[in-house]
């Protein structure tokens, strides 16, 4: 089949690789009809993720049809159309019984060595590094999906791949993100990024009863997006300046208190301004820091006392300068996690289905496959207007 | 679908990348590492030029070495500063602990141990454990390039749900003795599972194959067995990232 695989920093390639085939008994190989490139694809198209091998195939958000299931996956048939959560999670240990499928004991082959990282392990990640678990990614034409008979889900008909795809990730990670903050009416909303996860968290905000959202990003097309499409306020970290002049703007903004809850949707890549910005590259460069930390800094600084910090932004490593004196004196509730997608998969697609929202808004790319080293490129270089990749394998789609 | 052949792929696909390499530099000197090569990259960095460049550089590695253990010059002239180094050393028995909590009921769980032919899909170096009726059993473990090693044992205590010994046979290539123990988890989280193992280096054998074989039991090890145990209970598989049943 062919597939979009990592040969290194600014390079994948559409490669021809062996057809999956079932492994284990619980499971599936699904036909890929939809499967999209992630922002956080572009922390491993730009090498900040460590543990990636040569010829790994990316993709972690996607959806198609399964073609064969193995012998203990009962509740799905070839045929069937369903949507896939990016962390593979077993269903039976503690924590997926404790609904935290992004934490799954069981599902991560190289547990060892992401407990070497971070003392422990989280659940496997489709096309996400060797760290947690070396899965084989759905920019494919076809992808094994373990614990079939626990992740997949099936969608109706009357949806197309373009409304129910983005349930796989970014819907759900940037619900989460808000949810998870324990949201009351009213309340002030900032969301450093405007990216996909960036403008899945301002809608989710406003549906969740958040009285203002404000979104921080300096690239246009985005924040008009974050406006016009999602009712937020428009807020330009590029012009305010440093991180104490985004502070500042922000405390205008809210008649002195600042945002109740503050939300990092840009993560370990973050473009810092001045020294600080420096500061980053250097040691980000030089391996002294794995993450460039300024929105993160930024949302500990801005948040209202008592708040709520929340971090759907994708971190591996280190960062340096995290105001955690900020932190403890204003007393911030800190909330972050890979998204519990199994979770939010039936209450969002329901969501879907009755209209609230139609989450095809941000989608700007519709591809063949082929197109993938061109399509990362366009994404991490923010150009030609791009917000959202999605490519179709075979030309094919629902 | 074959089991035992996709975890042996799945641990040596792991083991090259997490620069499996064995740790074999002392928590002191682990300290000392990192605190030092901290001080010289940030001054390397400081400095900038050459010097500093080579002086950074120089830090990071020593940074490295602290942070995973494992130092490249103590492998070449065969230094081990680690506890398990030290016992190595002077033929002492090697001891070999680990723990996992596993949501499955003891009884459950001991039922699985006690079936001895089990173990196999729970220990990735056994090629097969033959039961000899009553507490005996034979075991055949795989030596790396191919060789085998093989002893009995024998069940030495069983206390029901709650705890199983055992221990090898004389004469017996192998002089090894194990303990695995259930108790409940709090707050109805299972059952938690202590695993104790320890071997006796055959004298002399430094440098045989079956001396290699038992230099490469690490804590790890046991530690990924007992993880194969609790997935093979909680979820009935082993996870691997294979994407072909040949490929492995």
């Known amino acids: 089949m062919k597939a979009v695989c990592w040969h290194g920093k600014g390079d994948v390639r559409v490669d021809r690789v062996p057809d999956p085939e079932l492994v284990n008994p619980r499971d599936a190989i699904i036909q890929i009809t939809s499967t999209a490139i992630c922002g956080s694809d572009l922390h491993l198209y730009d090498g900040y993720i460590p543990t990636m091998k040569e010829g790994d195939i990316l993709g972690h958000e996607f959806m198609g049809e399964v073609v064969e299931v193995g012998s203990e996956v009962k509740n799905l048939k070839p045929g069937d159309r369903v949507v896939v959560p990016f962390p593979i999670a077993c269903g039976s240990c503690y924590f997926c019984k404790s609904d935290l499928w992004s934490l799954c004991d069981n599902s991560n082959p190289n547990a060892a060595m992401a407990e070497k990282m971070w003392g422990y392990s989280p659940a496997g990640l489709f096309g996400y590094s060797h760290l947690v678990g070396g899965y084989a990614g759905g920019q494919a034409e076809y992808v094994r999906v373990p614990y079939a008979d626990v992740g997949p889900m099936k969608v109706p008909d009357h949806l197309d791949d373009r409304q129910v795809l983005f349930l796989t990730d970014i819907f759900p990670t940037g619900y989460q993100a808000v949810e998870q903050c324990g949201i009351r009416p009213g309340d002030t909303v900032a969301v450093w990024g405007a990216g996909p996860v960036g403008l899945f968290t301002i809608a989710s905000a406003k549906m969740l009863g958040a009285g203002r959202v404000i979104a921080i990003d300096d690239v246009p097309e985005r924040l008009e997006l974050a406006v016009t499409h999602c009712g937020a306020e428009p807020f330009r970290p590029g012009e305010a300046g440093n991180t104490m002049h985004v502070v500042e703007a922000l405390r205008d903004m809210t008649a002195g208190r600042g945002p109740d809850i503050c939300i990092d949707a840009v993560g370990l890549e973050a473009h810092g301004v001045g020294l600080e910005g420096w500061y980053d590259r250097v040691k980000q460069t030089t391996r002294a820091e794995t993450g460039r930390g300024t929105a993160i800094r930024q949302a500990i600084l801005a948040c209202r006392k008592g708040g709520t910090v929340s971090v759907p932004g994708v971190y591996g490593g280190f960062v340096d300068k995290v105001p955690l004196g900020a932190l403890m004196n204003k007393g911030l509730t800190l909330k972050t996690g890979q998204t519990h997608v199994h979770r939010y998969l039936k209450p969002l697609l329901e969501r879907v289905e009755k209209g609230d929202i139609d989450p095809s808004f941000l989608i700007t790319h519709e591809l063949d496959l082929d197109a993938a080293p061109d399509a990362y490129r366009t994404f991490r270089d923010k150009k030609d207007g791009c917000i959202k990749v999605v490519m179709h394998p075979g030309g094919r789609m629902h | ?248």
């Open chain 2, 1 to 248: 679908m074959d089991a035992a052949h996709t975890d042996r792929h799945e641990m040596s696909a792991g083991h090259d990348i997490s620069s499996g390499q064995e740790q074999n530099v002392g928590n002191t000197e682990r300290m000392l590492s990192m605190a030092g090569g901290g001080l010289a990259m940030l001054s390397g960095l400081r400095r900038g030029g050459a010097a500093g460049l080579l002086l950074s550089g120089l830090g990071a590695a020593l940074l490295y070495r602290g942070a995973s253990g494992y130092c490249p010059i103590n492998a070449r002239i065969g230094r081990n500063t680690t506890e398990l180094g030290r016992s190595r050393r002077h033929n002492e028995p090697v001891h070999l602990h680990a723990g996992m909590t596993i949501d499955k009921p003891a009884a459950e769980l001991y039922q699985y141990w006690l079936n001895v032919e089990n173990m196999p899909r729970v220990m990735s170096f056994l090629e097969r454990v033959e039961s000899r009726g009553g507490d005996r059993s034979h075991w055949v473990a795989r030596l790396p390039g191919g060789r085998t090693v093989e002893w009995d044992s024998e069940i030495t205590a069983k206390e029901d749900n709650r705890r199983i010994a055992w221990r090898s046979i004389e004469p017996s290539d192998l002089s090894s003795k194990g303990e695995i123990r259930f108790r409940p988890a709090p707050d109805g989280r299972g059952t938690e599972v202590e695993l104790d193992m320890s071997y006796q280096p055959p004298g002399g054998a430094i440098g045989s194959a079956l001396g290699h074989f038992m230099r490469g039991m690490s804590r790890m090890k046991v530690q990924e067995d007992l993880r194969r145990f609790k997935r093979i209970m909680e979820t009935g598989e082993v996870p691997t990232n294979n994407i072909t049943r040949s490929a492995q």
